[in-house]
C-alpha cells in the first residue's frame, strides 16, 4: 500500500502508529472543511500530526496554514520543526511578531505610522523628481539637436521639477525613518534570500535588519505574503483589529486560512483578554485637558476653540465624576487603605437595572442628550486624531500625539451600548499610584467591559476560516470545549499518554481536603508537610510541587526541611529560576499552578522526576468568576444540564491546569516520574463519601484507572518502591 502523499512534509524516519492515524483523520477532516478538537497527552507527536496534513491541503488547494499558542517555549518548538520540513521540502515559512519588540527606533503604533507614511511620501517625491530630472534630460538633448517643441516640452518639466524641488525641502522638517527610507530604497534581495532558506526567528530578523540599517518588522509584513506557513501569537488571531491586518499582509481571504491553535485549552481565557476594554480616569482628564487647551496642540488644532468642545467636555466629565462616585462611595464605606497599587474591583452589576455607574451618569447628567454630545464628541476626535496625524508629518510635533478625547469618547459610546448586553460584565476597579517616597499616592479608577462568553470573539473566527485544529494534551471534555467557544459539530479525537505505564505511578493521596477554610490547621499543614518531604526524600532527582497560590507555594516552602529548595514567587523571572532548579539535584521548587512554570515548560529526565499537586487548586472566586458562572448558566443553562457556570468555568479549567501540571514529568519513552494528587478528594473514597467535592470524575477514563489511592503515611513506601523497580537510584535507596 502506497504512503500518503502528504507524509513527504514529515521530516523524521516514520511517525507513530498513532499518529499516523491522527494525521489520517486530520487530512480528512481538512477536505471536509470540518474543525477538529484533538487532544493527545505529552509525546504523541500533536504538531506535526497537525501540520503535514495541514501544508500538504494547502499546498494543493492554495491555502495558508497559520500555527499559533500563547507558550514561547512552544513558538520555538513549531520553529524546529518547520526548519526539520525545510530540509527536504520547499517550503516558505516565517515566525511572525509584532511590532513593539521589533522596532529599532523604540516608537509607538501610531508614530510608526505616521512616520511609515511620511516616508513612503518621501520616496515618491524623490522619485518624481528623478523622472522628472530622465525626462528634462532626454528633452535638452532633443532640444539641442533642433526640437523646438523640445524645448517649450522642456520648460514645462522645469517647471514641475522645481515645484518638486519645494516639496522635498520641506521634508526637511518632517519626521521620517531611516530604517524605512532604506527599505525602500534600498536592495533588500538580500534579505528575502536569507529569510527564505531556513525558518528565522525574530530576533534574528531584528539583528540581521539592523545590521544593515533596514526596518525589519516592514520587511517580515513584506515577506510574509504568499508564504507556506506562519507561526504566530495568539492575539493575531483573536484580536479582530490586528487579524484583519493580518490576513491582508498575507494575502489572503479568511476562507483561505487553515489555523492550528496549539494549547488550545488557553483559548477560552484568551478570547476573553482579548475582547475586554478598558479605560483609566487618567485617560478621560487627559481628554478634559486637551479639549480645553491645557496641553501643547498643533497650531491647527490650537488656533481656534471647537464649537464641539463643550457638548465633549459634558458627557466626558460628567463619566469622570460618576466614575470617582462610585470608588470614593466605596473609600466611605470601607475606608481606602485596602487599595494598593494592584486594581482593586468594585461589584457595580445589578440584575435588574443598569450597572451603578451608569446609574450615577444618567442621575448626574444634564444637557441636550448624553447620545447627541457623544456623537460631537466622537467627531472632534476623530479630527483631531487626523490633525495631530498631519501635524507629526509635517513636522510640527516631535512625537505622534494619541488623541485621548477620541479613546475616552469611542470607550464611553461602548459603555452605553454593550454594558446591558448578556455575557457583558461591567467592572469598575480603582487603584493607588506609588508614592515617590515608596509608599502610596493618590488614587484613581477604571471602568472595564469585561466578556464573560468567549465565544462572542471566536465563534465568528472559526466559522470564517477554512478550518481549525485546536489541540493541547488538556483538551477534554470535549462537549465543554465545543459549546464555550462556539464551534459546530467538530471532529474529535484523543490520544492518552503513549509512553510504557510501567515508567509512570500516579498517587491519589488520602490527606485531609485543603478547602480554604482548613488551611490553616496545624495538624493539616503538619500532614501536606510530611508528605512533600516524603516525596522530596524518596525521589531520585527533583521534585515540582504546586499550589492553589503562591502564598500557600510560600508557607510550605518554609516548613519543609530540606536545603535544597526553590520558591517561585509573582513578578520574579521564571525563566532563570527554573534554570537553577534544573541544574541542581534533589532539590525542590515551590510554585503557584496558576503560575508561568505549568505549562508549556519541559523538565526532562532528572529536572523533575516527582510532581505534586497540592489541593485542588481552584482560582480566586472573585466577583468577575461569578459573573462567568451566571453567562454560562444563562446562556448554556436549561432543564436538562441544569445550572453548568461551575463547571464549565470553575471545576473543568482547574482539572485542566492540573493534568498540565501532571504532565511536567515523563516527557518521553525513556523517561519516567512519580505524579501525587495530595488532597481526599482526588481519592476513590471521596465518590462515596463527598461526592459533593469530588473531583476524580473529571479526569478522562484512562487517566483515572491509572490512579492508586494511598494513605499519606504509606506514600514513601510506593514512591522507594516504583523508582526500585526501574533501578532509578545512583546508590542505596534511602529508607522509606
Not at 518632517?174 to 533588500?188: E, F, S, V, W
Not at 487548586?617 to 451566571?630: C, K, S
Request: proline share 5%.
Amino acid at each position: 500500500m502506497s504512503e500518503p502523499s502528504y507524509l513527504r512534509y514529515f521530516p523524521y524516519d516514520e511517525p507513530y502508529d498513532h499518529q499516523r492515524e491522527a494525521m489520517s483523520r486530520i487530512s480528512a477532516g481538512l477536505a471536509d472543511g470540518s474543525d477538529i478538537l484533538f487532544e493527545g497527552a505529552t509525546g504523541t507527536g500533536k504538531t506535526l500530526a497537525a501540520l503535514v496534513p495541514a501544508l500538504a491541503y494547502a499546498e494543493q488547494h492554495d491555502k495558508t496554514v497559520i500555527i499559533t499558542t500563547d507558550v514561547h517555549q512552544q513558538m520555538r518548538q513549531f520553529r524546529r520543526e518547520a526548519s526539520a520540513i525545510t530540509t527536504t521540502e520547499d517550503l516558505r515559512a516565517v515566525v511572525f511578531r509584532g511590532k513593539a519588540s521589533m522596532c529599532h527606533i523604540d516608537v509607538g503604533y501610531e508614530e510608526c505610522q505616521a512616520l511609515r507614511e511620511t516616508t513612503q511620501e518621501l520616496v515618491e517625491t524623490e522619485q518624481e523628481r528623478a523622472e522628472l530630472e530622465r525626462e528634462q534630460r532626454a528633452l535638452l538633448a532633443e532640444s539641442q539637436a533642433g526640437d523646438e517643441g523640445a524645448t517649450e516640452a522642456r520648460s514645462a518639466v522645469m517647471d514641475e521639477l522645481e515645484a518638486v524641488e519645494g516639496d522635498l525641502t520641506a521634508f526637511t522638517d518632517r519626521a521620517t525613518c531611516d530604517h524605512y527610507y532604506r527599505n525602500l530604497t534600498g536592495d533588500t534581495s538580500d534579505f528575502f534570500s536569507w529569510l527564505y532558506a531556513d525558518v528565522r526567528t525574530p530576533d534574528e530578523i531584528y539583528t540581521f535588519a539592523h545590521e544593515q540599517g533596514l526596518c525589519g518588522y516592514e520587511l517580515l509584513k513584506e515577506g510574509v505574503e504568499g508564504v507556506d506557513l506562519v507561526v504566530c501569537n495568539y492575539h493575531h488571531l483573536l484580536d479582530p483589529t490586528i487579524r484583519e491586518q493580518f490576513f491582508r499582509w498575507l494575502g489572503r481571504d479568511p476562507e483561505d486560512v487553515i489555523a492550528i491553535f496549539d494549547e488550545a485549552h488557553n483559548v477560552e481565557s484568551a478570547a476573553r483578554d482579548h475582547a475586554r476594554r478598558t479605560l483609566t480616569e487618567t485617560t478621560v482628564t487627559g481628554a478634559l485637558d486637551e479639549l480645553a487647551g491645557d496641553q501643547p496642540q498643533p497650531e491647527a488644532v490650537a488656533d481656534a476653540r471647537d464649537p464641539r468642545a463643550e457638548s465633549a467636555e459634558n458627557v466626558l466629565s460628567t463619566f469622570r465624576n460618576s466614575l470617582r462616585e462610585i470608588y470614593e462611595g466605596t473609600f466611605d464605606a470601607d475606608g481606602r487603605e485596602h487599595v494598593q497599587a494592584e486594581w482593586h474591583d468594585l461589584a457595580i452589576d445589578n440584575a435588574d437595572r443598569r450597572d451603578d455607574l451608569t446609574l450615577a451618569f444618567l442621575q448626574a447628567y444634564t444637557g441636550p442628550g448624553y447620545d447627541v454630545e457623544l456623537d460631537r464628541a466622537l467627531e472632534l476626535g476623530r479630527d483631531l486624531d487626523a490633525a495631530y496625524e498631519e501635524a507629526y508629518k509635517n513636522g510640527e510635533t516631535s512625537t505622534r500625539q494619541d488623541c485621548q478625547t477620541l479613546q475616552a469618547a469611542r470607550f464611553v459610546e461602548s459603555w452605553f451600548e454593550d454594558s446591558g448586553d448578556a455575557g457583558t460584565y461591567p467592572v469598575v476597579s480603582v487603584r493607588r499610584d506609588p508614592g515617590a517616597d515608596g509608599g502610596l499616592g493618590d488614587s484613581y479608577g477604571r471602568a472595564e467591559l469585561y466578556t464573560c462568553i468567549p465565544e462572542q470573539v471566536t465563534r465568528s473566527l472559526f466559522a470564517s476560516l477554512h478550518a481549525n485544529v485546536l489541540m493541547s494534551a488538556t483538551l477534554r471534555p470535549f462537549d465543554v470545549t465545543e459549546t464555550v467557544l462556539g464551534l459546530d459539530d467538530p471532529e474529535t479525537m484523543a490520544y492518552g499518554p503513549q509512553f510504557p505505564e510501567r515508567r509512570r505511578r500516579t498517587y491519589a493521596v488520602d490527606t485531609p481536603p485543603l478547602f480554604a477554610s482548613r488551611r490553616d490547621d496545624p495538624a493539616v499543614q503538619e500532614t501536606i508537610t510530611g508528605v512533600i518531604e516524603d516525596a522530596v526524600r524518596l525521589t531520585p532527582g527533583n521534585t515540582l510541587a504546586f499550589f492553589p497560590s503562591y502564598s500557600e507555594a510560600a508557607r510550605y516552602h518554609d516548613r519543609i526541611s530540606t536545603d535544597r529548595k526553590y520558591l517561585d514567587e509573582p513578578g520574579t523571572p521564571a525563566h532563570e529560576l527554573r534554570e537553577q532548579f534544573a541544574s541542581d539535584n534533589n532539590a525542590i521548587m515551590c510554585t503557584s499552578l496558576w503560575g508561568t512554570l505549568g505549562e508549556g515548560v519541559s523538565y526532562d529526565g532528572d529536572d523533575a522526576r516527582t510532581v505534586v499537586v497540592v489541593g485542588v487548586p481552584y482560582p480566586h472566586l472573585d466577583d468577575r468568576m461569578a459573573a462567568v458562572q451566571d453567562a454560562y448558566d444563562a446562556m448554556f443553562g436549561d432543564e436538562a444540564t441544569g445550572s453548568p457556570g461551575w463547571r464549565y468555568a470553575v471545576e473543568i479549567p482547574t482539572i485542566r491546569k492540573t493534568r498540565q501540571a501532571l504532565g511536567r514529568v515523563v516527557r518521553s519513552p525513556t523517561d519516567f516520574g512519580a505524579r501525587l494528587l495530595v488532597d481526599a478528594r482526588y481519592t476513590e473514597r471521596a465518590e462515596m463519601e463527598m461526592r459533593e467535592y469530588a473531583v476524580r470524575g473529571a479526569f478522562p477514563p484512562e487517566e483515572r484507572t491509572e490512579i492508586i489511592d494511598v494513605e499519606p503515611g504509606k506514600l514513601k513506601f510506593g514512591l522507594h518502591n516504583f523508582y526500585t523497580d526501574l533501578g532509578a537510584y545512583d546508590a542505596e535507596p534511602p529508607a522509606p
